[in-house]
């Protein structure tokens, strides 16, 4: 690659010939120069089963090829054609309420079907036969956006297979799930059912009443999801030996543990659709994150952008569109988070179904003097003036957070002590305080070797697996600083509560023994004092009985008021913070600024609200700093480093006034 | 007729024969001289498949009619024995759900059913052939308030052999539901499933993935009903050549069209029960315009309030009773908006199951002396002292509102721009500015003549077929005004987008081009200024493009600050007016009196909330205004017109004060 | 007994041996003195259909034996063992929704399930004649908080039977239900569903188009769980002859009739979790009411607090931790309302599934050294102390307040006038009243002997049945008072309106008729004037004649303002009073102190809020009386009685300033 890619999905199939000239004449105008292809082209590549057709993907293909754009080449196998649903009812999903699906929707084919298997890595070993060589496609896109679940027989079946695998045998699984509870001792494989609406659930995923098989369920079903991708990629390799294989992901998506299908991506990437918030700067923040999580998935190598949306989404409630320069703002967010390609979805709008009101490039009208089209050209021809420069560039950090499926699982359905307590939202609020603090972070999975960190913060750590307490023993011990909050520390990977004091195998090292756990509704609000000011602390108000450490915060009512709710405690040569309650954004703040102040990490702007900086550093050690002004407002900031602007040509010296406009963005290549 | 309809549903069926006397003497006392039987008496005309028995229903017609009553003969269909549900299994209906669900409530049948079809037209014929010749009928009343829907396989059948008919072959269905999106190429009609939660749904029938074929069920599913009502109106035909046939509607009820129902009713009627508003205004306003959906559908003629509560409803969640005087009130408006009957459900409460509640003219003591039934009987002296007065008589309206099910359904089912915008808020809202402007309207399908009228509003038209356009630019070129709002003109008759600038095919008559469409929550208002005020608009603001309009209306905040919100272009001798947003009543009131002034349209009392005025104009050319004060509060007007009340017996002058008592009446006979 | 029992749940199945040990040293720190064993211990009391192996239980309940505990003897049928579910499928039940389950949960065994009906009276008895013999153990425990319900064909089939038994035929069954309406006749038994929301419902169980077949089911439901129950107490009973026998109720738990069980409990115990409310004098009020209610079951006898929570709960959203002292006084609470024991769920926190967080006696670490096992030893301390002085005590009551099933079922169920209107709304109302003015109060069902009341107060009694009017009249005409509300007296025992003047039976006795009944939203409140003062009112206004009745209250405003909302009827020597409408609690409170006070019967605390007083009498005439301080504040009230307290050793004369701390209990033994 020579420079950043740009363009998105792309489906010319919905057209006739004549749009497809003007499409790339559109393309042209806008520096766009990479097109994924196929996907949901199933119906039209293979319209029976005992028939395929690769004339309309042969034309795409020849044509893009011909235009020089570089491909990304999916596998169709996203959505299911009539014809196959049909054929094998079996291949539909049966849903939380044990209800068979018939054909309709996406992502709609069981991922144990064993007909939906053969013919979906049929179909892809097809594709990689025919277009593999061709040296435009770039990269491979199995499926899209794998998620949802199934609980049909054939699930029942895999999951019962997925579990003889993981306990071997019923008396180990018994001890894991508790099943000594409420009579449900297992006896034999074939009785243990799916868990959903009907068996162990009620008013919905998050309410079960054995955690274990629920938590199970969701583990086997991510891998089970996962199986589909490895399938089709192994098809695929028979084919095409070395293009680089991936899917797009979801970032913070809750029902796949991205984590276990890291391994098999070759490439990670994602589509880019920051929820709803009145807030641009906390969904800058939440974006940030997810780029973070993503790139941590391949050990900080660069990934891409697959999709994002050039104006509006349509599946929303509310869709607005994107505010003039809010598409290239969060384009290069994304490069500065890692990313070395920014897609979108998509490039033409489609006439009907439910995407129809979906932005795109191209309108309804195909017109290129609109806004969003003169947007995009824009930036693509920024991209195109920054080159290669930033390309395979890695974030220096020493910053980590921690982020776990388990955890986030396990918090969220668990009977006690407060339903109210989202596992995103705490890790989104530490998160957005290390964020807005200006230091370099990594999103790391539990199982990361920390020897490279200062800082490990773990938000909300429910469950605690594996060696990570030696880790983070080891990392306090050679002076690093760790944090976690209330509710941390409390099942091993089964879920089971730990048999000794709370927080578990993380007490002895946060010096602290937590006697009681008080939960509240949203409305209660206990000020906790902390650093010369008051914050609100909400929901959960552990009691905590300090053993070795020192109290730093302490709650300010109820009948533990004056009790500490900040600790920390000295340990080797560095400290282990604990934070027992859950804080508002001030209160985070105050206690990141801490821990972070401790190894004098805190950036230059960390006091300037919705001004981002960020770092990429070249193997050959250039360094480029971004500076995005999220906060809507012009604000004149102290450059944060000496260096030209790539975007707007002017040089700075570190401390210079830079002036930023409402969604200004600076890439500075640093002396 | 010689008087105003008066009387209701009536089941003696319920009671021992002592009670019939007491109703006798009490319909006596009330003026009732209509009674409606053999709604729900299904199972005691056939008790068994092969067993009739008229023995009651010759009573109860033979009493009716030996009083001197006229008589509503009812099939007995909208609810089906036990043993026909028993015997019958998939006679009863499969829900959204897919579920099939088995005996229970009304309105219980599959409209697929062959069994349910054999056996409802059967007894529709045996009634027809032993009542038909009885001169005391006076109409025909099939089934009873049909709606719902059902998913079943028989449907499933049913639907495929509708899209047959309509599409001659699958390309064509294909392109129409836009199919090739997400691999949806059918190549076989059986591989078509009824779309429901099982299929193309989620989160309920507003979500689906394919709008294409959630519109077609939805066209189906009318047909299906409306298939049901033809089959025993066809039967009772074959027995009575001339008695009109009719059933009883619900107003502004989504999902049945009454459009397409329409040209098969020899009369229309309909069942008023007006949805809880806190505000009696927009009460009034709504139940106006449910008056005029409903005579629209025969071409102006006059219609029948089949059912009205004379207390309370019982089914709702809160239950009022009617205020004192809102009884005549509600009566007298719908006469003044073409009813030519006005009849109660029920004559005397049930003693149990789900409507014990409702209100009667007789409650379950069988009183005479109370509130409601002393209302009831002013009401019903009242009515015979108007005698033949109105009867007949039309509405000279001279703007017509356009109201559309395919748009309803169409933009309510639509992914993208915002699930808030619903059909009726802006269809109610822009009639309730016309209602209040007190001049007379007809409210009409897109398919209707429009050569009468001067102003035509289409609020929300999403949805743009056949000739409309073309009917549209012939009423501007003549001189008359065209107004229509955001979101209007963007799809065609499959729920595809134009491929045009938008408002599509009315984007030349209107003067301009809307190139993005914004979306915001409920609580983000833009102020729109127009017409030297600002107006609150919210959900939805169209960027919009002048091309050749005038710009009257501008948003006063976001980044098309400025821009146009309301325009006006001059077209022939006439106007076309666009609202690019969805403006408070403030503001949907100043743009409709500024279209009604261009033709001097605005009534006389438009300035005073809450007064209604109202005209019927008999073929003879006698005209009569009604004045009716819905404001809750006396007030003392101008006259609207010189003429004798026909109630109070006062004469007045045009001008003359018209002191209003909180649910006043005056009905003038003009000069 | 010679002293209250104390102890609880105990599940060391759960544990291996030493943590045995563990918790018996605790038990003795504690002086916990009663173990409840065996619930939810059928998977390994039975491991396969053909396989009993009673080494564990043997174990537990030697152990327990050994160490001089009471045990009460769970059978283990609250849930099912994975195997009886695989082999048997139907024995799990159908839901409401109409979905089979399969195997989870627990309370999941369809009550007609031939299979599970067998195999759990198999294992019963097993038990019995295993352990029966066994001194120590003083109660059998059968099941566990029955409840729920199934709509399976079986119990379709058994519902049916249940029908014919309570109708003999099929006339009286349509008669009863008013089947004429909607056609729904009934001509053979097989006709008639399961109601549920494939049949008579929508909108979920509250919205049913037949009453009566709802309220039946309501009812055979409530048997056919009955009917479990004496199935295993007749095991039981064939292997210990005098043992009692007893299961947990849940008090005001709404699906199960427990006027309907109460007869066959040997003695009444019930789980006291109660639901959370920020107001812990409402709280208070609510537990003292349930309490009543089960002590009410067995004719003022003595009951037992079979469970309730050492710290959280588990299952709520949010879960806080009970506040010092509040164990205390919730726990003297009971045994001053009548509990000759207070049990804990549960000894020892589980270590996994849905309850690892319910709060226990020993935590996760089986620390003796916390808050709360501090407070279960010094209750267990203070409980060792007064002994057996209150034991088998009771409650010298004169007011009766009457509850009834099938009213809360009806009125709950009713399709008008209100859905807000909440039967235990009402009912607490008025309970809390009466509680606050601190009048020994029995609750009883509509059919006790109402002889030795005085007054007798019949919040929202919407059925009335059998002879309760004539022994209402007896009890005005012998000097006593009656009240009772809006919506009573509107329905007989099959759900049909009296066809007669409202309220029905009680109109003559009230001395009024109530002609309307307005209904409006929560939001609008009608002030009504009564003792000088106004109250707001809401939900229902019934526009009341007077006949007899004198007015002391009346409406503020509507329609209806200045007519009766309050009427008092002089009768024989009593009175007879009626409350139109729902009054805030300062209303209801102004009107039942008015009625207390015509029989002096308002205690001398009763203006001092959150300050309970109760009273138990022994056989002998030995008076103990309870001052419990739930306002959360300290206060200094006049002792209401003289005597010395059994807690704080000191005593006192009547009149005496008594300080009482925030959750003070005294316990004064009467001079």
Same mark, same amino acid.
């Given at each position: 690659m020579t420079r950043i890619g740009y363009g998105g999905d792309y489906n010319p199939?919905?057209?006739?010939?004549e749009v497809w000239d003007a499409d790339y004449r559109a393309f042209a105008l806008a520096g766009i120069d990479t097109l994924t292809v196929g996907v949901f082209a199933w119906a039209h590549l293979q319209?029976?089963?005992d028939r395929y057709d690769f004339a309309v993907m042969d034309a795409i293909v020849g044509r893009a090829t011909a235009e020089g754009k570089r491909i990304v080449l999916?596998?169709?196998?996203g959505a299911m054609p009539p014809w196959l649903a049909h054929a094998y009812p079996d291949a539909c999903r049966v849903d939380f309420e044990g209800r068979r699906h018939v054909y309709?929707?996406?992502?709609?084919?069981?991922?144990?079907?064993s007909d939906f298997r053969r013919l979906s890595s049929a179909l892809a070993g097809r594709l990689a036969d025919r277009?593999?060589?061709?040296?435009?496609?770039v990269a491979w896109h199995v499926g899209n956006e794998y998620g949802g679940a199934c609980w049909c027989p054939a699930c029942g079946a895999a999951f019962r297979d997925w579990l003889r695998k993981s306990y071997g045998d019923l008396d180990r699984l018994n001890h894991a799930w508790n099943t000594v509870f409420w009579s449900h001792?297992?006896?034999?494989?074939?009785?243990?059912?799916?868990?959903n609406a009907l068996s162990?659930?009620?008013?919905?995923?998050?309410?079960?009443?054995?955690q274990g098989i629920t938590l199970d369920y969701r583990r086997f079903m991510s891998d089970a999801l996962l199986g589909g991708f490895l399938a089709e990629k192994a098809a695929i390799r028979e084919h095409v030996p070395t293009t680089p294989v991936t899917t797009n992901l979801m970032g913070l998506?809750?029902?796949?543990?991205y984590h276990r299908w890291a391994p098999h991506l070759d490439f990670a990437s994602w589509d880019n659709y920051p929820p709803?918030?009145?807030?641009p700067v906390r969904t800058a923040a939440r974006m940030a994150l997810a780029h973070g999580l993503v790139r941590g998935l391949k050990g900080g190598k660069p990934f891409w952008v697959m999709e994002q949306t050039p104006s509006t989404t349509a599946s929303r409630d509310v869709n607005p569109v994107k505010r003039p320069g809010v598409l290239r703002l969060w384009s290069w967010q994304s490069v500065a988070h890692g990313a070395d390609a920014v897609l979108y979805f998509q490039m033409r709008n489609s006439r009907?179904?439910?995407?129809?009101y979906h932005g795109a490039v191209l309108d309804h009208a195909g017109r290129t003097d609109t806004r969003v089209f003169r947007e995009v050209a824009e930036l693509g021809a920024e991209l195109a003036r920054v080159g290669?420069?930033?390309?395979?560039a890695r974030t220096p950090a020493r910053v980590a957070l921690l982020v776990d499926w388990d955890s986030w699982w396990a918090v969220e359905m668990?009977?006690?002590?407060?339903?109210?307590?989202?596992y995103l939202d705490v890790v989104t609020a530490y998160h957005r305080a290390l964020w807005q603090a200006g230091v370099p972070l990594d999103v790391l999975p539990v199982? %990361? *070797?920390?020897?490279?960190?200062?800082v490990v913060v773990a938000p909300l750590l429910h469950m605690v697996k594996g060696d990570l307490p030696e880790r983070v023993w080891d990392l306090v011990d050679r002076g690093g600083s760790f944090l976690t909050t209330a509710l941390?520390?409390?099942?091993d990977e089964d879920d089971n509560a730990f048999?000794?004091?709370?927080?578990?195998?993380?007490a002895g090292l946060l010096?602290?023994?937590?006697?009681e756990t008080d939960a509240q509704p949203p409305d209660v609000v206990n000020p906790v004092s902390f650093g010369g000011a008051a914050h609100d602390a909400r929901h959960v108000f552990e009691v905590v009985v300090p053993e070795s450490a020192e109290v730093l915060g302490t709650y300010g %009512? *109820?009948?533990?008021?004056?009790?500490?709710?900040v600790t920390r405690a000295a340990r080797g040569r560095g400290s282990a913070w604990y934070v027992g309650t859950f804080l508002d954004d001030s209160g985070v703040a105050a206690v990141v600024r801490s821990v972070l102040a401790e190894h004098r990490?805190?950036?230059?702007?960390?006091?300037?609200?919705?001004v981002e900086v960020a770092e990429r550093v070249t193997v050959a050690g250039e360094r480029y700093v971004f500076v995005l002004n999220h906060s809507g407002s012009a604000v004149t900031v102290p450059c944060p480093a000496g260096g030209?602007?790539?975007?707007?040509?002017r040089a700075f010296t570190a401390g210079d006034d830079l002036a930023l406009a409402p969604t200004a963005v600076v890439l500075l290549r640093c002396q």
């Open positions: 199939e919905q057209w006739p010939r319209p029976a089963e999916a596998t169709p196998t309709g929707q996406r992502h709609n084919a069981c991922p144990s079907s277009y593999g060589a061709n040296k435009a496609v001792t297992f006896t034999d494989w074939e009785q243990i059912p799916p868990p162990e659930h009620w008013r919905g995923p998050d309410h079960t009443a054995f998506y809750q029902p796949v543990d709803a918030d009145p807030s009907g179904a439910c995407e129809k290669d420069a930033v390309l395979g668990s009977d006690g002590p407060n339903r109210h307590v989202r199982t %990361a *070797d920390l020897t490279r960190y200062d941390s520390g409390r099942v048999l000794a004091d709370v927080p578990g195998s993380f010096g602290v023994r937590v006697e %009512a *109820d009948f533990y008021a004056g009790t500490p709710a990490l805190v950036g230059p702007l960390a006091d300037v609200p919705g030209v602007d790539l975007l707007g040509g």
